[in-house]
């Protein structure tokens, strides 16, 4: 296989990268370089190329007026010459988009092979590779990195409506999207386009720091610069840019006296000389530092060796990393603080939400508040026991962020766009549907999985239709399969039954329009988000509300609660606890069961034709409904069905539960071996 990426902003070179060369010259280089290098190391790759910008600007380097740079024996940067040979930042590049349009397709039909995929990075290079699809068919792959939609800032900048419709064409375009957090898969890429989901994977990428051994220069930056460099120190990597809110940190540490006596500050902030923005911001960090002499080390430049230096400093002097951004669309960074166990304090608003779920090495923030963060930073450096769990954390679970990983995934979902279709042929209609959740049911116990995986790829030969009904977005849904080596069913249930989505002949998949106006007939999302301001509810994430789900935090009997306020003020609703802790309101003729019932009717079965598998309460309508169900051995107790004809109680757990269960039902061979048993 032959990828292209695109990228066409800030200064991409041959490693290390000089962050804050310039303002656009941030994590996204970091992202393109990681994901080509992770991606040229793979068996089926001949070619990774990077295609960017020539510019002439000596302040910036020389390698970036060479058309042809090799950095890799199957990877290298393609230089694309346009109308101008300045550097030019993402918002001068706009009027140039045409101009490089044009010398792309002409490099193409030049090129000896043409690359099997395009992967555009931003919205002016999905243009480039838009237009290349028209021209030569060629699939294309999009990684946003940062949406407008989320960016105050930008909605009174001019050209932002420009940017927005750009970000569009590119949603709207792209074969498939690569998304890195849920807010992005699952609030701000909809929010453009709600029917992209079917074409968003959310993928972690990985970290690729420059090898440096012991932390000398950084200590000696310290005794030179600091009155106490023994102290523990906050520690905030980042360009001088308004968006990452460096100014908000340096006002929190300075408003705390005792923050300020437990601790020191150093923030990398670029390098001395950059662009006027930043220049600025660094110039207002330093009179701001004033305040606390001695305290504040502010370099004027730094190299990538020394960064790998001052996390391993601050993780031996029990300090704590700082990422105060109003709005950090992922967080590179505090994965990078993880490989050496340093704890972070975080912004909550993006990107680091995710990470710290993942890895659980900090605590999350409201970046306007200095009181919170400064709050935060104190806990950890005094709270000696609470900071040694978050180190072990970090140490144990930085590696779920692997760019190799990232580069398999990547290659299934270009091998799906790039796979000749077959002709279509009459297929016979399944003669049964079988329903599973995935959580718990399916996952839980790696060595059944695998059997799981071989019998459900077996299934369309025995004319049986699998579809997956789960409780979680389908790009979550997707990530977990994938975590878990499972294979992708043609229909998922998604959202707890409240989303259908079906693949097309790309890998693709769609929502079910019918369905979403059957179970939307009665639904009045706004009247229930009013009542339920009423209450004293708790919300789960913007990103977990669906158009046709609202979801809430509580327990059963909380859920019973609503029930009866929805029911008392005449609002059609189906209330669904599960797992303990979890509250879906759903239209009444939504849920498992009646998706399930759905897809049958579509085939032309009903739901006596159906078997259903799960462990939780979301589940517990579809195995009532189902002429045959399996409630696996590790089934939440809030799952209580009456024992009935067609219901079986797996002894084992989890998938091992579940084949237990198709074998008790003669449709599958009893023998998950050695699976893990029940609790």
Wanted: proline share 8%; with cysteine.
């Amino acid at each position: 296989m032959y990828v292209m990426h695109i990228a066409l902003g800030g200064c991409i070179a041959q490693p290390p990268i000089r962050y804050g060369l310039t303002q656009d010259t941030g994590g996204h280089i970091a992202y393109v370089l990681g994901a080509a290098t992770a991606q040229a190391c793979l068996s089926g790759m001949s070619r990774v190329d990077i295609l960017t910008r020539l510019f002439n600007d000596p302040a910036l380097g020389p390698d970036h007026a060479v058309p042809v740079q090799q950095i890799g024996p199957k990877l290298r940067i393609l230089r694309l010459k346009g109308p101008s040979p300045a550097y030019l930042t993402k918002e001068a590049l706009e009027a140039e988009l045409p101009a490089l349009s044009d010398a792309f397709l002409d490099l193409l039909s030049l090129l000896p092979r043409k690359p099997d995929i395009l992967h555009c990075h931003f919205a002016d290079a999905a243009e480039l590779g838009l237009a290349a699809r028209a021209r030569f068919g060629i699939p294309v792959l999009y990684t946003p990195h940062s949406l407008a939609v989320d960016k105050l800032d930008c909605m009174s900048a001019p050209g932002c409506d420009a940017r927005l419709d750009r970000e569009r064409r590119a949603i709207a375009g792209a074969d498939a999207i690569i998304a890195s957090s849920r807010d992005e898969a699952e609030r701000q890429i909809p929010a453009y386009d709600p029917d992209s989901s079917g074409r968003v994977w959310r993928i972690n990428p990985g970290i690729a720091l420059p090898p440096s051994a012991g932390h000398a220069r950084a200590a000696g930056m310290l005794r030179d610069g600091l009155d106490r460099p023994e102290l523990p120190f906050l520690l905030a990597i980042a360009r001088p840019v308004g968006k990452k809110n460096l100014s908000g940190l340096m006002r929190a540490y300075l408003s705390s006296p005792a923050l300020r006596d437990a601790a020191n500050l150093v923030i990398l902030a670029g390098q001395d000389g950059a662009e006027p923005e930043q220049r600025a911001l660094r110039g207002e960090l330093a009179r701001m530092a004033g305040a606390a002499p001695g305290k504040v080390l502010l370099p004027p430049r730094h190299d990538a060796a020394l960064v790998p230096q001052f996390y391993r400093l601050a993780a031996a002097q029990g300090g704590v990393f700082v990422n105060p951004a109003l709005h950090e669309p992922f967080g590179l960074t505090l994965i990078e603080a993880a490989r050496f166990g340093l704890p972070v304090v975080a912004t909550q608003n993006g990107g680091p939400v995710d990470i710290l779920a993942t890895i659980g090495h900090g605590l999350a923030i409201d970046p306007r508040s200095p009181a919170a963060i400064a709050k935060a930073c104190l806990h950890l450096v005094r709270n000696r026991g609470e900071w040694d769990r978050l180190s072990r954390n970090a140490l144990d679970r930085h590696t779920r962020y692997d760019w190799g990983t990232w580069a398999e995934r990547v290659c299934t979902i270009a091998r799906r766009l790039t796979r000749k279709s077959a002709p279509l042929r009459p297929m016979p209609l399944p003669r049964s549907v079988l329903a599973f959740d995935i959580d718990g049911t399916l996952t839980g116990c790696p060595r059944s999985v695998p059997a799981f995986a071989r019998w459900a790829s077996e299934a369309p030969r025995r004319r049986q239709h699998v579809v997956i009904a789960t409780g979680r977005s389908l790009p979550e849904a997707r990530r977990i399969l994938a975590d878990w080596s499972l294979p992708e069913p043609a229909v998922i249930i998604a959202s707890v039954g409240s989303e259908i989505w079906r693949a097309n002949r790309r890998g693709s998949l769609a929502p079910c329009r019918d369905y979403a106006a059957w179970i939307g007939q009665d639904w009045q999302p706004d009247a229930i988000r009013g009542l339920l301001a009423r209450l004293p509810v708790a919300w789960q994430p913007r990103h977990d509300q669906r158009r046709w789900k609202i979801s809430l935090t509580g327990t059963e009997a909380e859920a019973s609660q609503i029930r009866q306020a929805l029911d008392d003020a005449g609002l059609p609703a189906r209330v669904i606890p599960s797992h303990g802790r979890f509250i879906d309101i759903l239209p009444r003729r939504a849920g498992k069961a009646g998706a399930l019932a759905f897809e049958a009717g579509r085939l032309g079965l009903t739901l006596a034709d159906c078997v259903a598998a799960g462990d939780s309460g979301n589940d517990a309508c579809m195995l009532a409904a189902a002429g045959r169900a399996i409630i696996v051995g590790n089934a939440w107790a809030e799952l209580r069905l009456c024992d009935r004809p067609g219901l079986y109680r797996a002894a084992r757990a989890h998938a091992a539960g579940v084949i237990e269960g198709l074998a008790h039902f003669g449709l599958a061979d009893a023998d998950p071996a050695q699976a893990v048993p029940a609790e």
